[in-house]
């Protein structure tokens, strides 16, 4: 299942679900530009094209902290994330962590009902944190296309699907 094949329930439409597609799909663009970013500048640190050492990955970390390492890409889906809503920003997190854990109940109606029942056991996640906590740990997360895809995929499978079959592709969106 695809991120633009199910329409998810919105605030708006009275659902307390408050991620649109467009603002997903915004969110995965911006993550695969940020992706790439990040291999091209781990690249320029790796002697081995496969592994980076933990000294090459300390001096990356050094000249990043010090400034010496741009990343537009990265400030640019930061900075979106930061102009969401706190509700959009909560719901996103919750939608990373149902695609991280599978942790859901399947046989529950796909969408809203299963999203409450994953927000009411895993709120204490989301709870007395900042939007911008929130979005430092949304950022954290390397691999968050495929949380996301795998957590919406599940969100909108149908009622008893095993969350086992869902799939975890990152290629597949």
Known sequence: ?????????????????????????????????????????????RADNNVITMTEA????????????????????ESYLLSLTMENVVDLTLLMYLGRD???????APGKDRFLEFYDRYSDIVCGRSKEELVDVVLEKTPLLMYLRTGYRLLFAPVGTSADTISHNWDEV
Do not use: H
């Open 58 to 77: 300390l001096k990356q970390w050094q000249d990043e902290q010090a400034g010496k390492i741009s990343r537009p890409a990265y400030k640019e889906l």
């Open 102 to 108: 599978m942790d859901c109940n399947m046989n529950l």
């Open 1 to 45: 299942m695809s991120i633009e094949s199910t329409k998810p329930f919105s605030k708006e439409n009275g659902n307390g679900f408050t991620l649109t597609l467009e603002i997903l799909r915004k969110i995965v663009e911006l993550k695969e530009l940020e992706k790439t970013e990040t291999d091209q500048i781990s690249k320029l640190y």
